[in-house]
């Protein structure tokens, strides 16, 4: 059986972030993708100022800057009745922008790849063992691998998880949908928050000819706010619309013997406010850190340890944001009201656009 050093189920942002370090730190990496690249995904596109270190380390920051993509230079809240208020945000090189996740996943995979991981897409994982000797036994539809180490990267439906018995029940009160369509004229270079009666929507330009628009609701109302959508961007009916659900569901915990998880397969956050990118490559730039030590020799416990310290650092201070936005969901007449109070005292939305759109180390 063809033993690796280490496999990643999942080749998104974290799982390629977690091998492109893994593959440069010399370890013999390999990724499983079910799907094949590119492929879009259920997001909203935006890459906050926080992910340029990872990138920048990963040497790819500049490629990324020189794709087809959207500066952010504003953020704009609407409110059920129509009020706005627009935020600033810097405008700087490791600024806030907006990218297809179809572009931005691929160059991350590939520079995977370039670094000397090898890629399996189109890999469907069926069951995962462990071996007498403590590898990992991995069960593909027509292949088998063992690995030392294992690392769930494939999102908030880990079939890593599942097989395991570590996937928690998912909390099915939201469904999200997503499409790009032909940018609206004069729409400029701004997210757009806009609250509804029976959700939200999400808006952010990708490119100069795409807008990504982002649908967040309940299921009895996720059929009005695609009526909506359709009458304000005079959006065909045939428009193809991607869905994605859970948006909500417990964290998994992170580490376990020989096998770690990341980015959404860890912990699923609300997939329009640009946080989630952060977390899925910073998760897989620490679990790649703590792989390297382990096939090193270090002490595998105590790296297991200081991994599930700094995961749950990264999160400190920043999941608020993430329970607004789901609360502006449940109740957006309140989420309304707080856009009011705003135009008044902006200093809250401030902090919170502070929040996504700084820069980490």
């Known amino acids: 059986m063809e033993i690796v050093d280490v496999a990643i189920v999942g080749g998104g942002p974290a799982g390629s972030t977690c091998a492109a370090f893994c593959a440069a730190a010399g370890l013999r990496t390999l990724v499983l993708e079910r799907e094949k690249f590119p492929r879009e995904k259920v997001c909203g596109d935006c890459i906050n100022p926080a992910c340029w270190p990872v990138l920048e380390r990963v040497e790819l920051a500049e490629q990324i ?4 993509h959207a500066a952010l230079n504003a953020v704009e809240f609407i409110a059920i009745a129509g009020q706005k208020l627009r935020l600033d945000l810097p405008r700087e090189d490791n600024s806030e922008i907006a990218i297809k996740r179809s572009l931005f996943d691929q160059l991350l995979l590939d520079r995977a790849r370039a670094l000397g991981a090898e890629i399996r897409e189109e890999a469907t994982l069926i069951a995962l063992d462990r071996t007498a000797g403590q590898n990992w036994k991995m069960d593909l539809v027509r292949e088998t691998f063992a690995a030392r180490v294992v690392v769930g990267a494939d999102g908030r439906n880990s079939t890593v998880a599942r097989l395991r018995n570590l996937l928690p029940r998912s909390e099915r009160e939201r469904v999200a949908l997503q499409a790009h369509i032909p940018l609206p004229r004069d729409f400029g270079n701004r997210v757009v928050l806009q609250f509804l009666p029976e959700g939200y929507s999400g808006q952010a330009p990708v490119n100069e000819n795409e807008l990504n628009l982002c649908l967040v609701g309940t299921p009895p109302t996720i059929s009005s706010l695609r009526t909506w959508a359709e009458k304000e961007f005079k959006i065909p009916p045939n428009q193809p619309w991607r869905t994605v659900t859970p948006l909500t569901r417990a964290p998994v915990p992170v580490a ?4 770690f998880f990341i980015g959404d397969a860890a912990r699923v956050v609300e997939p329009f406010t640009g946080e989630g990118i952060y977390y899925a490559l910073r998760s897989g730039e620490l679990a790649a850190n703590a792989i390297f030590k382990i096939i090193r020799g270090e002490d595998r416990q105590l790296t297991m ?30 989420a309304s009201l707080f856009v009011h109070a705003a135009r008044i005292q902006p200093a809250i939305l401030r902090l919170l656009t502070a929040k996504i759109a700084r820069r980490t180390k």
């Open 305 to 334: 340890r200081e991994f599930v310290r700094a995961h749950a650092a990264m999160y400190r201070g920043r999941l608020w944001i993430n329970r607004l936005a789901r609360a502006a969901v449940l109740s957006p007449q309140i």
């Open 65 to 68: 800057r020189n794709s087809p």
């Open 256 to 259: 376990h013997e020989n096998l």
